[in-house]
């Protein structure tokens, strides 16, 4: 607790610092940090590393006593290899970091809890659900940036053209009103060309259908992740729903369960496949090829709430002795996920924030009913899980796409070999 109000009060002693050098009123001690950033290339004209180099540069504006050196890595094994060294030794105190690194790296001390750094205000501005995804033991280990809140796209001529009105977020439809539209939906064009009302990418390792897993108040774990929850009733009803849209309802493609994300983008943009669910990056493509289309909230299930997920950006700090660079590494953390880079970087929002005060991402109606489906979603504390039970988990869903297994069967199948190794991650 000692060493928790220590670290509070050299961050706020920082930022004061920070602000009155601003202000004139007295010079900080200078702290060099360092940045490690997959894509950057030193002295590169591509898009990715000049973006980089104006972050940091914005931030070093705002606070000139904080010289930030930047590191490229590539987004390869070798700058994996490159950022496990640097990790070892030290000698980077800033990265991005996927949720599932997270717990590996706590077990190893090498990362910084977050919560003595942040202020009050940073607490009330992020969304309620937004730091379960990087909360270990209910801790919390990392900055969260932004997340890929997964949503349903529609072509609006063919909603159009068979009379579909879409729903929105005050008004979302039920499944029974998903499926009704799917049948609607699903037909043949005068040219032969035959249309299905719904598609997901489902391949093995892509699923994008992820949000039904929480439609009717099943999850993935239980809210601390220590227990395999999706062969529970609420999760196995909601599975089985999403099968049957192929099974029986015959509303989605063949290669429902086997298709992956390039697979399904193209079939929308064919006009094959009316309405998908997708990340937001799918928006700048539809936009680069003026294909109309509109975006709409999932259906909604038993629970009769609203619901997304998606894959999180987010950075996490290295635990160093240093109180100075520790809270300066903060700080940069905090400005790499916060409202001020936006404002600094046009265009730096890839994806909807996780915060309330950063809207810069909702400049037009598709982006903005994706930022606010953000309060909506549910996203799971991270575990370790191992690529073969990863491997073996995706094969499990896709039988139940498939048809070869019911969802209950295939989730009762897998339930103890999943836990068993949370039980030993948790032991």
Known sequence: ?????????????????????????????????????????????????????????????????ITVTLVGIPYTPEGTNQLEAALNAREVNVF????????????RSLISNVEPFMTAEDKKDYYENALQLATVDGKVYAWPQWVTAVAMFGNTRLLEQR??????????????????????LTFTQPDGTHV??????????????????????????????????????????????????RLTENVTPP?????????????????TVAMIMETPSFITELESEAIPFVVFPNPVGETGQLVTTGGFGMFSVV??????????????????????????????????????SNTMYATNEP??????????????????????????????????????KTAQQAMDE??????QELDAQFK
């Not at 994300?261 to 064919?270: E, I, L, M, N």
């Not at 100075?324 to 936006?342: D, I, P, Q």
């Not at 979603?377 to 370790?384: A, H, L, M, Q, R």
């Open 1 to 65: 607790m000692q060493n928790r109000r220590l670290l509070q009060a050299s961050f706020i002693v920082t930022i004061l610092a920070l602000t009155l050098a601003a202000c004139g009123q007295k010079t900080p001690v200078p702290v060099t940090i360092m940045y490690y950033r997959r894509g950057y290339v030193e002295g590169g004209e591509d898009a990715a590393s000049r973006k980089a180099l104006s972050i940091v540069k914005a931030f070093q504006k705002r606070y000139p006593h």
């Open 96 to 107: 991005s970091v996927a949720p599932s690194m997270l717990p590996d790296l706590i077990r």
């Open 163 to 184: 009379g579909v009105t879409p729903p929105t977020l005050e008004d979302p439809w039920t499944w029974q009103e998903f499926a009704e539209a799917s049948h609607k």
């Open 196 to 245: 299905y009302g719904f598609s997901a990418a489902s391949a093995p390792g892509q699923e994008l259908y992820l949000p039904v897993f929480y439609m009717d108040g099943g999850r993935l774990r239980s809210p601390d992740a220590h227990v395999f929850t999706l062969q529970e009733p609420e999760a196995v009803s909601a599975l089985q729903k999403l099968a049957d849209l």
């Open 255 to 271: 290669d429902f369960g086997m298709a992956g994300q390039t697979d399904v983008r193209t079939q929308f943009k064919a006009g």
């Open 319 to 356: 635990e160093v002795d240093d109180p100075n660079v520790l809270a300066a590494s903060h700080l940069f953390a905090r400005y790499l996920t916060g409202t001020e880079v936006a404002q600094d970087i046009p265009g730096y929002q890839l994806a909807p924030s996780l915060r309330r």
């Open 367 to 404: 982006r903005l009913v994706i930022s606010r489906l953000v309060a909506y979603g549910v996203y799971e504390p991270p575990v370790d899980i191992s690529n073969e039970l990863t491997r073996e988990f995706t094969l499990a869903l896709q039988s139940i796409l498939l048809g070869e």
């Open 414 to 419: 897998i339930a103890p070999v999943y836990q």
